[in-house]
């Protein structure tokens, strides 16, 4: 930690900036904390540093909340992607008058946009009839496990079907103790592991699936539900608070308890059932909030013109 500090002090006492700006205060960026207090400071936190961290127990994490309650006094500027980690900043003491709800970085849309499903699956080589898409990871922490038994649930009714993971967490390790308990389900052969993939592959991915899942336990505003959104695909997500500003449940996509697998499989089985032009539905809420909300352009826009400011008023000598 007193090398890392080392580099950091010496960049600001060479670049001299006019404000310093960190994503998260989570190591090592809370080492800003130690810089000169002149300095002007802007920090983008995400959920986890805010909604998730700070409720852990533990000598670690405690330490982690008193970190971030001081970096919130400390702050010049404070922006959020969700209004659950604003209303906890305020709670640990920040002052709303510094915060900016920006749901940032957002989606790129020249990038993530709708691609002709067979030609998606063409290109990725994939011939089963039904696609499930799970981008988070493998692991306890992501309840892919979960994911498996609900699949092994929705085999029952779809057996042409792909259960596809992609991300190179977790790695070959959980993807053997994965297909271990695929091969007790029986659903080995619906069960396929890309590994790490470019993020330039992923809108291919997305629009390659009928359904996109992620359930995390404490999942915060995951870029791939606003990816897949984007690319007019439909999710189920874990019931969180802060997963519920975009999703509304039946209206467009599905949210369930992260560790029921009853329930997980009964909401990707009604999403593939597509009935009454549900998806459809789902879509075209989905496109709608992600251009109104999530655009990456017009979120990046709003943080440049935010540090622009403070920038400004550093040279100024202003508050």
């Keep these: 930690m007193r090398h890392d500090l080392n580099i950091v002090s010496a960049a600001v006492r060479r670049y001299k900036p006019d404000i310093v700006f960190l994503q998260t205060l989570q190591y090592p960026s809370f080492l800003a904390l130690f810089l000169p207090k002149n300095l002007k400071m802007a920090v983008t936190f995400w959920n986890g540093d805010l909604t998730h961290f700070a409720k852990w127990t533990g000598i670690e994490m405690i330490a982690k909340k008193q970190i971030v309650k001081f970096g919130l006094r400390r702050m010049d500027a404070i922006t959020v992607n969700s209004r659950t980690a604003l209303d906890a900043a305020v709670r640990l003491g920040a002052l709303p008058e510094k ?173 593939i059932e597509n009935r009454d032009g549900l998806v459809n539905a789902f879509t075209r809420n989905c496109l709608t909030k992600i251009e109104r909300d999530a655009n990456s352009a017009v979120n990046m826009a709003r943080i440049k013109t935010m540090i622009a400011g403070l920038a400004r008023s550093q040279k100024n000598g202003s508050g």
């Design 99 to 271: 915060i900016a709800l920006i749901r940032y970085p957002g989606v790129d849309l020249k990038r993530f946009y709708p691609r002709p499903k067979d030609i998606a699956r063409k290109r990725l080589g994939i011939s089963e009839r039904y696609v499930v898409l799970c981008p988070r990871g493998l692991g306890k922490f992501f309840n892919s496990d979960i994911i498996v038994e609900a699949g092994a649930k929705v085999v029952r009714s779809y057996s042409d079907i792909l259960l596809l993971f992609v991300s190179g967490v977790g790695g070959r390790t959980e993807w053997n103790r994965h297909l271990r308990l695929a091969e007790k389900l029986d659903i080995e052969e619906q069960m396929r592991w890309d590994g790490e993939v470019p993020w330039e592959e992923m809108p291919w991915y997305y629009s390659a699936a009928d359904v996109m899942i992620s359930i995390m336990n404490a999942d915060s505003c995951p870029n791939c539900m606003l990816e897949a959104m984007a690319c007019a695909t439909p999710v189920v997500m874990s019931d969180t608070r802060q997963n519920r500003e975009w999703i509304k449940d039946g209206l467009n996509g599905f949210l369930c308890p992260p560790r029921n697998p009853v329930i997980v499989a009964e909401r990707l089985i009604k999403t």
